[in-house]
């Protein structure tokens, strides 16, 4: 489908039908758990049950929805801006610079001040700086480009990994286990204001991607095509990468760096509803924050009463998926 054509009415029809699921896994996933609650009690406002509702499920699966819909939502931006179907906020550095300053910080034993979660400032701030890094590196000859982007995420990337590792490996025991344990990734309960922060954010920023949905049409065809529609590649590079970048930090920063849904959900509505961004983009939100408030209560449930991390149940389902699909994209020889 090009970028001028007009959509049909089956391809219409999907994002009402993501927009169902969505609203369909808030209304459903937080009544899942290992200790089942009775709707009379909650409406009575009846302890425990409507406490473990309101203050414990309900606002984790909120979060999912919102950090599951911005992680997805950022993944099929890096792929439209790299034209490369695997490539995630992983790629370009952006959640191993999240991931290492949440870890400094947890290293350091600093992870609250004046009960703010400073894990999460940390994130931010290593985000913000492999942000500035990145854009900086592809800019060094005055030119900016999906390859130098890349190029430079990847050498950051590693830069990052490799002061994760020493940092663990210099922590105590139980500043390491902390690490590790952030860095499977997960949804806890959160305040409802921190939750309100997050997902005026996620709104705004996905406002200003999907407002571009045209041009990472074309610029998705190559960055040549692109210009010569009068796409101002450079600025739209930038533009996407920051726009990206705040999506999956911002995620990162409260549920740890949770992957595999900005990578399965973008390529499977890529492959099975329309490859066209004006459907891609809102469709892998909402549809991406399903899985993940999906693969949250699956968590709650398989090993009761201890629950697996959202990170490990989608690690479990996106690993065999990321196997399939590089197999899938390797020319097959003929005999």
């Known amino acids: 489908m090009s970028a001028t054509q007009p959509l049909s009415f089956a391809a219409r029809y999907s994002i009402p039908l993501s927009v169902a699921v969505f609203v369909g896994a808030a209304l459903l996933l937080p009544w899942v758990g290992a200790v089942p609650i009775s709707l009379a009690r909650v409406w009575r406002h009846q302890s425990p049950d409507y406490e473990i509702l309101l203050q414990l499920r309900l606002s984790r699966t909120l979060l999912a929805l919102v950090a599951g819909g911005a992680l997805s939502l950022a993944g099929t931006l890096f792929q439209a801006m790299l034209r490369d179907a695997l490539a995630t906020p992983y790629t370009l550095g952006v959640s191993a610079g999240a991931s290492l300053g949440a870890v400094v910080v947890i290293a350091i034993g600093w992870e609250t001040f004046l009960n703010v979660p400073m894990t999460w400032i940390g994130a931010l701030a290593g985000a913000f700086g492999v942000l500035v890094l990145v854009i900086g590196g592809a800019f060094g000859q005055r030119h900016i480009s999906a390859?130098?982007?890349?190029?430079?995420?990847?050498?950051?990337?590693?830069?990052?990994?490799?002061?994760?590792?020493?940092?663990?490996?210099?922590?105590?025991?139980?500043?390491?286990?902390?690490?590790?344990?952030?860095?499977?990734?997960?949804?806890?309960?959160?305040?409802?204001?921190?939750?309100a922060v997050l997902t005026a954010v996620v709104l705004l920023v996905s406002a200003l991607i999907l407002a571009e949905a045209r041009s990472w049409n074309l610029l998705a065809v190559g960055e040549?095509?692109?210009?010569?529609?009068?796409?101002?590649?450079?600025?739209?590079?930038?533009?996407?990468?920051?726009?990206?970048s705040i999506l999956a930090a911002g995620a990162i920063a409260i549920t740890g760096p949770i992957g595999f849904v900005e990578l399965i959900v973008p390529h499977l509505v890529r492959?099975?509803?329309?490859?066209?961004?004006?459907?891609?983009?809102?469709?892998?939100?909402?549809?991406?924050?399903?899985?993940?408030?999906?693969?949250?209560?699956?968590?709650?449930?398989?090993?009761?009463?201890?629950?697996?991390?959202?990170?490990?149940?989608?690690?479990?389902?996106?690993?065999?998926?990321?196997v399939w699909i590089i197999r899938e994209r390797t020319p097959k020889k003929q005999i």
């Open 224 to 244: 040549r095509w692109a210009a010569s529609r009068g796409v101002g590649v450079g600025a739209l590079l930038v533009q996407g990468y920051i726009l990206g």
């Open 147 to 195: 390859f130098s982007l890349l190029l430079t995420g990847i050498a950051i990337n590693s830069i990052c990994a490799a002061f994760i590792i020493i940092l663990s490996g210099f922590a105590s025991m139980s500043r390491s286990f902390s690490i590790a344990r952030w860095l499977i990734g997960s949804i806890d309960a959160t305040s409802y204001i921190s939750l």
């Open 271 to 322: 492959s099975r509803i329309s490859p066209d961004h004006r459907l891609l983009m809102p469709c892998a939100f909402f549809l991406g924050g399903a899985l993940l408030a999906l693969c949250d209560a699956i968590g709650r449930i398989v090993m009761p009463p201890a629950e697996l991390p959202a990170g490990a149940v989608l690690a479990l389902i996106g690993g065999p998926y990321l």
